[in-house]
């Protein structure tokens, strides 16, 4: 089975994300922080990862640079969720590494096309 770290600062939004997930046939870790998302990606590294736009403490742009720099960081396909829609905030996150970009609010399909449209294939 697939893992997913879900990395947000909302605990709704990680329960959400989590039943979504679910539903998708994922398991899943939550991360309240991107420094507890580092510590938890050096002890296993996740298939999927997804990343709140904004996040407290150690930015997720940030997070994204370093992870992908670390032993299996080029790994995940890491989806960035955000509220946002500026075209600079999204050509940022996809040069800093993010392979797709989520709005919230989002549903099961909404993942589900993203995840298609980054490689995972058929899900259900």
């Given at each position: 089975m697939r893992h997913?770290?879900?990395?947000?600062?909302?605990?709704?939004?990680?329960?959400?994300?989590?039943?979504?997930?679910?539903?998708?046939?994922?398991?899943?870790?939550e991360a309240e922080t991107a420094d507890e998302a580092m510590e938890y990606c050096k002890r296993a590294m996740p298939d999927l990862i997804l990343l709140d736009?904004?996040?407290?403490?150690?930015?997720?742009?940030?997070?994204?640079?370093?992870?992908r720099r670390s032993p299996g960081g080029d790994q995940p396909t890491i989806i960035y969720c955000t509220t946002e829609n500026d075209e600079f905030d999204i050509a940022?996150?996809?040069q800093n590494?993010?392979?797709?970009?989520?709005?919230?609010?989002?549903?099961?399909?909404?993942l589900h096309?993203?995840?298609?449209?980054?490689?995972?294939?058929?899900?259900s």
């Open positions: 997913c770290l879900i990395v947000d600062d909302s605990d709704v939004v990680r329960r959400v994300a989590k039943r979504v997930l679910e539903e998708l046939h994922f398991t899943s870790t736009w904004h996040m407290p403490m150690l930015p997720p742009q940030e997070f994204l640079s370093a992870l940022r996150a996809r590494g993010a392979n797709e970009i989520l709005m919230k609010p989002f549903d099961t399909d909404d096309q993203k995840l298609r449209s980054a490689g995972f294939g058929t899900l």
